[in-house]
């Protein structure tokens, strides 16, 4: 059989489109390429309300996870879309989380209301989706890391290590 090619296209043979994350106070950067072919809805989603951003936090239960909590920003919730439950190196995952499900103190008010979105970079192997109280917990896949991941990857596990107090994630377009 022929080797597998790359498409450098996107959805509809468009160039690809990129985002950068930013971690502020640590000045790091990463780029990420949107993955349109497999995450359509979730893509154009994310797209359109750029720039996206929030307080830092790290992970508990996901492992090596650095994510932001958000007000729902979707003119449409994208619903499922290539889902996974074990992010590798370099995902980014979108979550909606419904009214009720999310209970901490910073976001409580929008979160009984609206419910939240949620962002999230993965920058380390062994991650698992489970929630004590939810069972597991299915993201969108919607764009992966093509350059900077090492040091992006390097700072996320500085937040673990040294706290993401006063720590804010960005995301906006490349």
């Not at 090619?5 to 468009?14: H, T």
């Not at 879309?81 to 901490?104: A, H």
């Not at 993201?139 to 993401?164: I, P, Q, Y």
Request: proline share 10%; aromatic share 10%.
């Amino acid at each position: 059989p022929p080797p597998l090619r790359f498409n450098s296209k996107s959805k509809g043979g468009q160039m690809p489109r990129f985002i950068q994350l930013t971690l502020e106070k640590r000045n790091v950067s990463c780029v990420a390429r949107l993955l349109e072919e497999i995450a359509p809805k979730t893509c154009d989603a994310v797209w359109e309300a750029l720039p996206l951003g929030g307080d830092a936090v790290h992970a508990k239960y996901a492992s090596n996870e650095v994510f932001t909590l958000l007000p729902p920003f979707a003119e449409k919730e994208p619903g499922l879309e290539n889902p996974t439950i074990t992010p590798i190196p370099g995902d980014l995952l979108y979550f909606f989380f419904p009214p009720g499900c999310i209970v901490r103190p910073d976001v409580k008010e929008v979160a009984r209301r609206e419910g939240v979105a949620d962002l999230a970079i993965f920058y380390g192997r062994d991650n698992l989706l489970f929630s004590p109280r939810m069972g597991p917990v299915p993201g969108n896949r919607f764009a992966e890391v093509t350059e900077n991941l090492e040091e992006m990857a390097r700072a996320c596990d500085n937040v673990w290590r040294e706290g993401f107090a006063d720590e804010r994630l960005i995301f906006d377009r490349a």
